[in-house]
């Protein structure tokens, strides 16, 4: 892991001096994993404080899933599920700042997860310091808003929209390819007046590929590492994951069942030299960081 490497969030700094954990904190009744468990403010609190506890660097709070054949959601369904828990969380843990001393548990970072730079921009003003946009940016205004912020921007790689993703993907080099999209919106992103330091970039595991293109990618994260920014890995009880582990009879486990499959893909990630790892169980996987 580079010391050298820190992202800027608004005037929060996350060095990554070590593997950095993103817990997942999806208020959504349709996530395909843990749909419906976090769905108000108090029950999504507390979950949060449960990760922060267990060692969370970041929270990414999203109200839209994106699953496989997912609707999409409205920009003001999307601000009245995750903007009253944003704001919530935003008083209990406040922001690193540049040049404060560092506490002796750091708070950790808050996240939106959205493809919207509406619901983006009213989650910055309740306390998020970081977009998580699965679209790499490429909706109007969201490049400018990052930009206008100062808040780090998550740029993921995805062949369609979710509720087309998994028709037949076809890639001729999927490394290749992923790779070369996702410099391309980083270039972008610093044309629209970006800093480098805020970007970081995701290959989308499971948005758009088959199982033998997750393979490719997990296999190949160094690639991604190599262009210098840093790099995201979001594998955490991913289908692909429950059809790798399927038993004798060919019946997958259940999303929840797969923490160490996702154990074994945080591990894998962190020798590539990949900095953030977004997972539901943040105890476990950051056991697997070390």
């Known amino acids: 892991m580079s010391a050298a490497l820190i992202i800027h969030c608004r005037q929060a700094r996350l060095p990554l001096t070590q593997p950095r954990i993103m817990g997942i904190l999806n208020v959504t009744p349709d996530s395909f994993s843990d749909g419906g468990l976090d769905a108000d403010v108090a029950a999504a609190v507390q979950r ?7 060692g969370a660097d970041v929270i990414d709070i999203g109200g839209e899933s994106t699953r496989p054949g997912a609707a999409a959601v409205s920009d003001e369904e999307q601000i009245r599920r995750t903007v009253p828990i944003i704001a919530a969380l935003a008083t209990m843990f406040p922001p690193r700042h540049e040049g404060q001393p560092p506490a002796p548990t750091p708070a950790p970072l808050l996240s939106i ?22 679209n790499a940016a490429q909706r109007p205004g969201m490049l400018e808003l990052a930009a206008s912020s100062g808040a780090a921007l998550v740029l993921m790689h995805m062949r369609g929209t979710p509720a087309t993703m998994q028709q037949q993907p076809q890639y001729g080099d999927v490394v290749a390819e992923v790779r070369v999209f996702l410099l391309q919106r980083a270039e972008a992103a610093m044309r629209a007046g970006v800093t480098r330091q805020q970007i970081i970039l995701d290959p989308g595991i499971g948005f758009g590929k088959t199982i033998e293109h997750n393979l490719a990618l997990l296999a190949n994260l160094s690639r991604l590492v190599e262009t210098g920014f840093p790099v995201m890995l979001g594998a955490s009880r991913k289908r692909f994951l429950g059809l790798l582990c399927a038993g004798a009879e060919g019946v997958a486990p259940e999303p929840r ?3 160490g499959a996702t154990c074994a893909t945080s591990a894998l990630a962190v020798r590539a030299g990949v900095g953030l790892l977004r997972v539901h169980d943040v105890a476990a996987n950051r056991q697997a960081a070390l």
């Open 113 to 134: 997860d959205t493809q919207s730079p509406v619901v983006a921009a009213a989650a910055i003003e309740a306390g998020a310091t970081i977009i998580n946009d699965v």
């Open 48 to 54: 949060a404080m449960d990760m922060a506890r267990q």
């Open 257 to 259: 069942d797969l923490m």
